[in-house]
């Protein structure tokens, strides 16, 4: 699903026009992004939270020519998923075999 059919999904499940519902869903982006820009975690009780988790400085190889470079560490977004939506996700089709 992409932002569009979010959108879409979103306009008829709550009855609101698509216009009405791409300000709302842009609207929880932003308020998301500014959060964690702000170092903020963002729990939404029954999906998860939204935090940063620092990722470690390391070395890695050029495929291309075997060099190798130094990739510095970074601040990375991470969802920690709640028990429900894990629970839903666990059930929602067969695994495969």
Do not use: H, Q
């Amino acid at each position: 699903m992409n932002k569009a059919e979010l959108v879409a999904k979103v306009a008829e499940k709550a009855g609101l026009t698509k216009k009405d519902s791409e300000k709302a869903v842009s609207a929880v982006f932003e308020c998301i992004e500014e959060a964690l820009a702000g170092g903020e975690k963002v729990s939404l009780v029954g999906f998860g939270t939204f935090e940063l988790r620092s990722r470690k400085g390391r070395e890695a190889k050029n495929p291309r020519t075997g060099e190798t470079v130094w990739v510095p560490g970074a601040w990375v977004p991470a969802l920690k998923a709640s028990r429900a939506l894990k629970e839903k996700v666990k059930t929602a089709k067969p695994l495969p075999e």
